[in-house]
Nanobody, 115 residues
C-alpha cells in the first residue's frame, strides 16, 4: 500500500496539546529521514520537524521546546507530539521523507488552534 496516512488532528485551545500519527509505506520509511510538514492557509508547505534514521531531531525555531517528533520503525510510523499549542500552529500537517522525494503526499490532518 503506497499511501501516506496522517491522523490525530483536530481542534485545540491555545496552550493545549495534540499528538499526530503518520503511517508511511515501507519504501518511503525504511532508511530515510522522516519529517512533519505543515501548510497554513495561503502559505507554502514548510518542514517543521525532522527525525533521522538514527533518531536525531531537528526543529524549526517556532516549534522548538513545544513539538517532539518520534518514529517507530517496526510500524512504519512517525509521531508528532505537540504541546502549548498556539493559534499560529493552525495548519494542515503532513508527513513525508526528508527530502520530500518520491511518493505522493497524503491528505494531511487539520490542526486548528482557537479559543
Amino acid at each position: 500500500q503506497l499511501q501516506v496516512v496522517e491522523s490525530g488532528g483536530g481542534l485545540a485551545q491555545p496552550g493545549g496539546s495534540l499528538k499526530l500519527s503518520c503511517v508511511a509505506p515501507r519504501v518511503m520509511f525504511t532508511g530515510n529521514a522522516m519529517g512533519w510538514y505543515r501548510q497554513a492557509p495561503g502559505k507554502e508547505r514548510v518542514l517543521v520537524a525532522t527525525i533521522s534514521r538514527a533518531g536525531g531531531r531537528i526543529y524549526v525555531d517556532s516549534v522548538k521546546g513545544r513539538f517532539t517528533i518520534s518514529r517507530d520503525d517496526s510500524r512504519n510510523t512517525v509521531y508528532l507530539q505537540m504541546i502549548n499549542l498556539k493559534p499560529e500552529d493552525t495548519a494542515v500537517y503532513y508527513c513525508h521523507r526528508v527530502p520530500a522525494l518520491g511518493l505522493a503526499w497524503g491528505q494531511g490532518t487539520q490542526v486548528t488552534v482557537s479559543s
